[in-house]
């Protein structure tokens, strides 16, 4: 099989299921919204929050370099494996205390403390998660993992609603995050030591940690300058303003969250195959890359207008608590279309050797996003972080798109082309929103996405050949990739 025909199938096995996972997600978390109340739901996303932004600490950017290596010689999975596993071993103990540590610096109550320590559990089960599918990614694997994001929040799904219903408490509805994490490690080392028939164990060779760390070092720095970008404002925001802001800004942040399994799922497949054509296919890697950007301008662009005029009935989904979050909503998802363009621009210059330049990009992202946080946190609470969501990722597209020239013969005209297409399709979508608004809200976004598709494909934006693509992705010989479909 052809690697472009892998890159279909795989993107469409993998966003099936991360719709399905994204949708079981956002439906718990409306639940979990409705009977928390926003300072609850505030301490429980602060725990996450703080613990994820510690997590990288441990991975430093392994998993981009396995996947990334693995790809290219696939015969020393297990001795690649078995090195990095030693490693992160010894960085989740270290990271594990240091949490402990930093959490009993801060003001916060027993019970968000509490919170922290459960999450502690998940932050390390699920490192080693993302390792072992790291690896299948390599060998262009990615039906596991696919089926596990769906059997991953069906777990947290029963669990946490088993202890709402119950009423037992903030601390078992962590706990049921813990379980889920602890089925995706199981999973996903049965499927390592089973499937690709690698030898779990840990390695040390000296030569090999060496240059581990040697390319790993600019992913990890990217990591962590991505990883304080997105949960900082949450810690920000308890620290300054309280639980309550959190909360409201969570609700805001989980759709934005929820809508990224599209650019996701695809770059999640383009990846390794970039890091393939970059090596031994220059004009494929072209089209690669016109594809993704081509694909996530149709797609983000009616659901950003869509959002932002939705957002009042959109929040009428959870309780009468959460009306402060309407316009930090539609100012965040004004970032949709930025969020979604910058996952093909950063894999582009992660799998072309330019992963210095994308982790310096994150680094300037960074300062400006804690600088505005700063600033405009204290002022503005939720709407302040939504604020600098909007800019930094503008910043983010702009700082990418000035290097994607300099690695590919790259001619923007066949992808403003379906931008304006795109936008002329969803000003029909929005006024016909505008026109309808008092219908029911999911009656109303799916005739919406039938208009919007309608008028998008009469206007050329794209063709019977694409539908065609995607659908023939599911079979064993997917089509190749044709030059006339860019447009």
Known sequence: MNKVGNIARNTSYLTMALILQKVISFSYFTILARNLGPADLGKYYFAISFTTIFAILID?????????????????????????LSVKILLSMITAVLVVVLINFTPHDPLT?????????CMILDSFTTTF????RGFHNLKYESLTSVFFQVVVLVFGLAAMYFNLGLRMIMASLIIASLYNFIFSFWVINKKLKIKLRCLYDSQIVHSIFQISLPFAWFSIFQRVYTYLDSVLLSLFAGDYY??????????????????????????????????????QLKIAFERAMNYLIIISVPITAGSIILAPQIITLFKSGYQDAILPLQITMGAL????????????????????????????????????NLILIPLWQAKGAAITVLITNFLMFGLGMVVVPQ?????????????GRSILATAFMAAFINYYSTLNIFLLC?????????????????????????????????????NENLE
């Not at 396995?66 to 494996?81: H, N, S, Y």
């Not at 909360?247 to 497949?269: D, E």
């Not at 690695?407 to 931008?419: P, R």
């Open 60 to 84: 430093l950017g392994f998993i981009n370099f396995l996947t990334r290596e693995i790809a290219k010689r696939q015969k020393e999975a297990g001795v690649l494996l078995g090195n990095v």
């Open 113 to 121: 403390k509490d919170l922290v320590y459960l999450s502690i559990a």
């Open 133 to 136: 599918f790291a690896v299948l």
């Open 246 to 283: 959190v909360g409201i800004y969570q609700v805001a942040f989980k759709i934005i969250f929820a809508l990224q399994f599209l650019p996701m799922a695809f770059t999640a497949s383009l990846y390794p195959a970039m890091s393939t054509y970059w090596l031994s296919n220059r004009p």
């Open 337 to 372: 279309f930025f969020i979604f363009v910058n996952f093909p621009i950063g894999s582009l210059l992660n799998a072309c050797d330019r992963q210095k330049r994308n982790t310096r990009n994150m680094l300037i992202v960074t300062i400006f996003s804690v600088l505005l």
């Open 407 to 419: 690695i590919i013969n790259y001619n923007a005209k066949n992808n403003l082309k379906t931008l």
């Open 446 to 482: 799916l005739l919406a996405m039938i208009i919007y598709f309608f008028f998008s494909f009469a206007l050329g934006s794209f063709k019977k050949a694409d539908l065609a693509y995607i659908l023939k992705s599911f079979k064993k010989s997917p089509p190749p990739i044709n």
